[in-house]
């Protein structure tokens, strides 16, 4: 059975950091593109970076929205990937999903392209 677990969301003041992580567990964690996507409420579910699965030197890329503030990371030696936040702001209030696709070594944008995903960890940017 596959599991995504998301940790390490929180209360943060604007302009703070925190770094969420998400360890699978249940399938093989190579060859598998991993994203984060957010929803806030009332709002749709939103890309906010993705990174790919590669033999050297994955590959990622971000919304622009949270492009030079936050980074996607992973260590696949511990089936597990991150996205520290910097610099955070009001607006990156939302629920925050992992999400993982099925073997491919391609980067993806889109929640329809992702087959597994977590439960979402809250974090909240206060002004």
């Known amino acids: 059975q596959v599991q995504l677990v998301e940790s390490g969301g929180g209360l943060v003041q604007a302009g703070g950091s925190l770094r969420l992580s998400c360890t699978a567990s249940?399938?093989?964690?190579?060859?598998?593109?991993m994203g984060w996507f957010r929803q806030a409420p009332g709002k749709e579910r939103e890309f906010v970076a993705t990174i790919n699965f590669s033999w050297s030197v994955s590959n990622s890329y971000y919304a622009d929205s949270v492009k030079g503030r936050f980074t996607i990371s992973r260590d696949n030696a511990k089936n597990t990937v991150y996205l520290q936040m910097n610099s955070l702001k009001p607006e990156d209030t939302a629920v925050y999903y992992c999400?993982?696709?099925?073997?491919?070594?391609?980067?993806?944008?889109?929640?329809?392209?992702?087959?597994?995903w977590g439960q979402g960890t809250q974090v909240t940017v206060s002004s």
């Open positions: 249940g399938w093989t964690f190579t060859r598998r593109t």
């Open positions: 999400a993982g696709t099925r073997p491919t070594y391609n980067p993806y944008y889109a929640a329809s392209d992702y087959d597994y």
